[in-house]
């Protein structure tokens, strides 16, 4: 009898640990599930697993960042917040909330409150990249281009390899005025990350103000082996061509613009100056 007994203790353990196992099983299939959704950009369809994954453990702090992230990227930020917290309540130790709650609040605009929570990720790690980009952004959303700039550097100090940093940087130069120090981070942004659009796009703003013409239509022209539907890069090389004196490709630039977007205002004006100056008809 005694060995019967042991038997049966020991298949309900196991049936025990099967059924842990099974949980575990299921927030990890409802949690992956979650991920390719929202790599997929299906934002509320990564919420609803994530959501499920919190129903069967709701000590799972990640599942509320990533829902926080989703609602993130829907730009509801408020809500993002609400899931921060919650996050927050159960792991108060991941800098990855105090990060991501900096960025939220940043984005509603309340600077205090998310420079408040980049000092909550300083508690927790000094030299984290991530929280130093986000005080950078912060500081350079208000006007403090030097305090980002400061920044920006610590994190390159950090890790040279974070092209954001890079690019941010390559930003707060372009507000100061030093065009050929935010090429240079414009270069480094996109020797990490080629495809990097946006950053070819600033580098040939950057060569344009200093008159590098050449240099900028050079730049504009990765832009659109890129994205061929960017109606900002069209536009920027009917300027840039405007100001070389090539009238005939200036308008054709604006008008590809406007076949893309008929709404894009500043195409839209260049386009009218650009043909009364060669004394042609308006566009219709």
């Known amino acids: 009898m005694p060995i019967i007994k042991l038997y049966l203790v020991a298949g309900n353990t196991f049936k025990r640990l099967m059924r842990v196992a099974v949980i575990r099983m299921s927030v990890v299939d409802h949690f992956e599930r979650g991920n390719e959704y929202f790599n997929q950009h299906q934002y509320l369809r990564a919420i609803e697993e994530y959501e499920k994954a919190l129903r069967v453990d709701p000590t799972c702090y990640k599942a509320w960042i990533y829902i926080g992230m989703a609602y993130q990227e829907l730009g509801e930020y408020t809500k993002a ?87 941010d940087l390559g930003l707060a130069y372009y507000e100061v005025g030093e065009f050929n120090k935010a090429i240079e981070c414009y270069e480094e942004a996109t020797y990490i990350t080629p495809e990097d659009e946006n950053a070819w796009c600033n580098m040939g703003v950057a060569y344009y103000k200093l008159n590098e013409f050449n240099n900028a239509l050079e730049c504009y022209g990765k832009v659109l082996e890129i994205n061929s539907e960017d109606t900002d890069a069209w536009y920027n090389m009917g300027v840039a061509h405007g100001k070389l004196g090539n009238h005939s490709q200036e308008i054709a630039y604006y008008q590809k613009a406007l076949e893309i977007d008929p709404d894009h205002r500043f195409a839209k004006e260049k386009l009218e100056e650009a043909l009364k100056k060669c004394e042609l008809p308006p566009y219709k």
Do not use: H
């Not at 420079?115 to 005080?135: R, S, T």
């Open 81 to 167: 917040i609400d899931c921060y917290q919650e996050a927050v309540e159960i792991d108060p130790e991941n800098i990855d909330v105090w990060n991501s709650m900096t960025v939220a609040y940043g984005e509603l605009g309340k600077y205090k409150k998310a420079l408040k929570y980049c000092k909550k990720a300083f508690a927790i790690n000094p030299d984290d990249a991530p929280a130093w980009n986000n005080k950078g952004v912060v500081y350079g959303r208000t006007g403090n281009s030097s305090k980002a700039i400061d920044c920006f550097l610590k994190v390159l100090e950090i890790d040279s390899e974070i092209a954001e940093a890079w690019y």
